[in-house]
């Protein structure tokens, strides 16, 4: 026998799934609330779509061309971060809106930091929040969703969110629209980001990626759980002024932070216990955002401040080692 | 049967890979020829290595001493089948290092040493039977080797209330104890009451996991009238590992850093209560043992009575040989196996396994950045962060490294196996560990 033997510290097998496959799973998880926006936003949607997405890969690959470091994009993180990006800007973003959201998302929101594993902020929502800063305009011009069937003429809008807002501000009183009319918010008949449209496709990402395990229930039960229960207890006082729990939960970005964004490994805690504590924190930053602060939308900040408690929370949640239960008869 | 199958008990954490068992389960243990030449290390146990009493050129029985015991952590080793001692000498050991063995010639008799009686445990007292067991060179079997005399002695301010016999054998591909469950039933409960005998209790349970359903039924159905009970536990790795054994089955916790005899338990492996019945019984030494010589390499995966220092080539071709070019050579189970540098090393007394694998078997990754998934915190059975523990061995932060446990790990693989980075983590750990017992040796 010739020597070609491999000497390897144990254990000798793996389970298969690497990194790029986790990502390549959470990609998939977002192809049905990408079609929905594809089909409601139409053309304005593919191109937002197309250039986060790609301008997330250029600038991935410029940063490890720049750093002298072997190419990253197989990872597939960079392409993840683009899709998310796209998902959290309105459809009607000029292309340079995207183009300079995939530039502050690769760079400043994570190849600044040492690339993949060592961001401490999200950095699709880091991209999300220096536009909305300091572009408010483009980033909340609305259109009206228009579904492919009935022609592609945009019609300018507002997000239900940002109608309660105004309404609340000028009249103390909730508009009807937060009164009635589920149904189309839960299938995407409203105005919105690109992923903020469609409760019932994230949701159905939401499970593929509970049922393939890329993520735990943790996170998105503590934080949309943080925000019913919180958000009810205020329709309860006072149902004229405060939106129903479930009208939060169908509008805005809830859905798609709490399962895809709060859900993020690098940025979030590494325990089951930080990620109760995270997920709560992240609903009740959102909640009070949208009830008592400047911007009808909360849930980008909300995980935002979130990320920054991280390694707070994983210092305090460390987990209990064997052998400290004290011992039973 | 049923009803012996329901209420699983385990630990927290762990996993469970694709258990390979199937190569070889349904094979009945067969005896193993004997071979051109046996090359029997002194260093086979926990402990002192033996030292050898024998000289070139002596002719021994199967079962004489070839080397004795070096104090109290230490046993003798035997030979394993008569013949002519031709070469003591260092030879490659299953450890990777050349270290002295006692080579022997076989005279194709295969005769037992006269010497040898065995008697009635009935007439042994309990510090008769340690006696007889270290003088047999008993140690534990389960891949440990630690030894058993040493087991059963525990200081009189620690009494032992529970006897546990570990038929999990959690490691994927192994089937060796499983075999000797099914054919050897009646030589393990008679391990099994020696060693009640020692320890004075009554009480031994059997754990075993559910996956081994024919084991389980027949144990259960046998052990009743002997007053042995027979748990079963859930399918997850590490559930063999001593610490987690004793958690699911009694509920209580080994405190870090100390024994199971801390909290009232002994845990020996089955195939060791078998080796203990013939030690005691028949005066018969530990010089043989069951291996499974298995996985997607060989052409007829089988389970093994082999004598100690039987090469593991000699093995492969007694099981047909391969199919294909080995790759990796792994003395144990995929999890905690050690990989070997040639077929060309025996099969020693903690040789559980001998698993091959060919280049297909081993899809080979390149290790990235930990992406903070906490996938190895959620399989670790000790509830440990390997992540954490493995970033500071590559920075060489020793002190922070032992502050996140590190020297409670016990190196079951749950975490490297689970990486999605595919992240060294084990071995990094196993750096920070040997860091730490160096820092405190000096200080």
Known sequence: MENQLYLSSSPHIHNGETTDQVMRKVIYALVPASLVSLYFFGLPALSVLLICTLGCMVFEALSCWLKKIPQTLADGSAALTGILLALNLPPSSPWWISLLGAAIAILIGKQVYGGLGHNPFNPALVARVVLLISFPVQMTNWTAPAPLTSGFDAVTTATPLGEMKTAVMLTGKLPALAQSGFSDYLLGNMGGCLGEVSALALLLGGVYLLYKKIISWHTPVAFIGTVLVLGGIFWAIAPEKYPSPLFHLVTGGLILGAFFMATDMVTSPVTTKGMLIFGCGCGLLTLLIRLFGGYPEGVSFAILLMNAATPLIDRFCRPKIYGQRPAKA | ?443
């Not at chain 2, 391990?191 to 996956?211: F, M, P, Q, S, Y």
């Not at chain 2, 995966?301 to 047909?320: A, E, H, M, W, Y």
Request: charged fraction near 20%; charge should be neutral.
């Open chain 2, 1 to 443: 049967m049923k009803s012996a199958l329901k209420n699983l008990k385990s630990f927290a954490g762990g996993l469970h890979p694709p258990d390979g068992k199937h190569f070889s389960a349904g094979k009945a243990i067969e005896i193993c020829p004997l071979p051109e030449e046996l090359v029997i290390p002194l260093a086979q146990h926990i402990g002192a290595p033996a030292e050898a009493c024998v000289e070139v050129g002596a002719l021994v029985k199967k079962g004489s001493p070839i080397a004795k015991a070096k104090g109290f952590v230490s046993v003798p080793i035997h030979a394993s089948t008569s013949g002519e001692v031709i070469a003591v000498e260092p030879r490659l050991h299953p450890m990777g290092k050349h270290l002295p063995a006692v080579v022997i010639k076989p005279d194709g008799k295969d005769l037992w040493d006269d010497s040898l009686t065995g008697a009635d445990p009935q007439d042994l007292n309990a510090a008769e039977l340690k006696n007889r067991l270290q003088a047999a060179g008993i140690v534990g079997l389960g891949g440990a080797t630690f030894p058993t005399h040493v087991k059963l002695s525990p200081p009189a301010d620690k009494p032992i209330d529970t006897l546990i016999l570990n038929g999990v054998e959690c490691e994927p591909f192994l089937t060796a104890d499983h075999r000797l469950m099914l054919e050897e039933t009646e030589r393990i409960f008679d391990g099994i009451d020696i060693l009640r005998k020692i320890l004075g209790i009554t009480r031994a349970v059997i754990g075993i996991e559910a996956n081994k359903p024919d084991a389980i039924e027949l144990l259960t159905a046998r052990g009743a009238a002997r007053q042995i009970e027979v748990q079963a536990l859930e399918v997850k790795y590490p559930q063999g590992a001593e610490k987690q054994l004793i958690d699911a089955i009694t509920g209580r916790q080994v405190p870090s850093g100390t024994l199971p005899m801390e909290v009232g338990v002994v845990v020996q492996n089955v195939g060791t209560c078998a080796a203990i019945s013939d030690a005691i019984r028949r005066g018969h030494p530990l010089v043989e043992r069951v291996v499974s010589i298995t996985g997607p390499a060989l052409v007829e995966p089988k389970n093994l009575l082999v004598r100690i220092g039987t090469s593991l080539q000699f093995l492969v071709d007694q099981c047909g040989g391969l199919n294909g070019t080995a790759a990796k050579i792994i003395m144990g189970g995929p999890m905690m196996g050690q990989t070997q540098l040639s077929l060309d090393v025996p099969a020693i007394r903690g040789t559980s396994g001998v698993l091959i694998f060919r280049q297909q078997d081993l899809p080979r990754y390149e290790a990235g950045p930990c992406i903070r998934c906490g996938r190895c915190i959620s399989v670790c059975p000790i509830h440990l962060q390997p992540t954490s523990i493995a970033a500071c061995a590559r920075l060489d932060m020793i002190d922070q490294a032992a502050g996140y446990h590190a020297l409670d790990c016990i190196e079951c693989g749950c975490c490297t196996y689970i990486c999605p980075a595919t992240l060294p983590l084990v071995q990094s750990i196993r750096y920070a560990k040997a860091a730490i017992m160096a820092q405190k040796r000096t200080t």
